[in-house]
T-cell receptor, first 115, second 114 residues
Framework: QQQVKQSPQSLIVQKGGISIINCAYENTAFDYFPWYQQFPGKGPALLIAIRPDVSEKKEGRFTISFNKSAKQFSLHIMDSQPGDSATYFCAASRDSMEYGNKLVFGAGTILRVKS | KAGVTQTPRYLIKTRGQQVTLSCSPISGHRSVSWYQQTPGQGLQFLFEYFSETQRNKGNFPGRFSGRQFSNSRSEMNVSTLELGDSALYLC?????????????FGSGTRLTVV
């Protein structure tokens, strides 16, 4: 019940295209779903996050779509740029003192944007 | 403001030794969490400290331990190192004690066990 499954494992997109990464979770108690971006030699950096009371959240070229009934959420990167080439992780957590600040991460998607 | 600082950045240890990694959180952040990142297992939660108390622990053997000091700085220790402990160890800090909002990761300590 703690898993977050992420796909695809790797993705190659042409510059200007749309990158789509999908995640599915099992634990219905999860109520916070962030996406992280990680460049080589760096720690993950928060990109965008969503709560299950909304179906979509957009920040610049990044959009999260959330489907509560299907227990799935996805990241869309519009107008993908070579600088977006990185590893992307979805994650999930619960907003409770007992759960603390633990994140359960997906396995990651290596995105390469070809110029 | 300064980010999360992890030291050292790189470390090479021999099997059977022990190692201590350090994490200085963002000023004012009281929660510090540790994660292990490996190609095979991905990012896995090790433990979390809030106000010097361990609040949460992941599924790791007792060889992995940590502590937090009154200034919120944290250390993690791995005793009797095994080859499989080779990984990037990441520390993250957040202001609140509830929910990983505003979680900021450091750049990690790359541990290699030979």
């Amino acid at each position: 019940q703690q898993q977050v499954k992420q796909s695809p494992q790797s993705l190659i997109v042409q510059k200007g295209g749309i990158s789509i990464i999908n995640c599915a979770y099992e634990n219905t108690a999860f109520d916070y779903f962030p996406w992280y971006q990680q460049f080589p030699g760096k720690g993950p950096a928060l990109l965008i996050a969503i709560r299950p009371d909304v179906s979509e959240k957009k920040e610049g070229r990044f959009t999260i779509s959330f489907n509560k009934s299907a227990k799935q959420f996805s990241l869309h990167i519009m107008d993908s740029q070579p600088g977006d080439s990185a590893t992307y992780f979805c994650a999930a957590s619960r907003d409770s003192m007992e759960y603390g600040n633990k994140l359960v991460f997906g396995a990651g998607t290596i995105l390469r944007v070809k110029s | 403001k300064a980010g999360v600082t992890q030291t050292p950045r790189y470390l090479i240890k021999t099997r059977g030794q022990q190692v201590t990694l350090s994490c200085s959180p963002i000023s004012g952040h009281r929660s510090v969490s540790w994660y292990q990142q490996t190609p095979g297992q991905g990012l896995q939660f090790l433990f979390e400290y809030f106000s010097e108390t361990q609040r949460n622990k992941g599924n790791f053997p007792g060889r992995f331990s940590g502590r937090q000091f009154s200034n919120s700085r944290s250390e993690m220790n791995v005793s009797t190192l095994e080859l499989g402990d080779s990984a990037l160890y990441l520390c993250a800090s957040s202001l609140r004690g509830q929910g990983p909002y505003g979680y900021t990761f450091g750049s990690g300590t790359r541990l290699t066990v030979v």
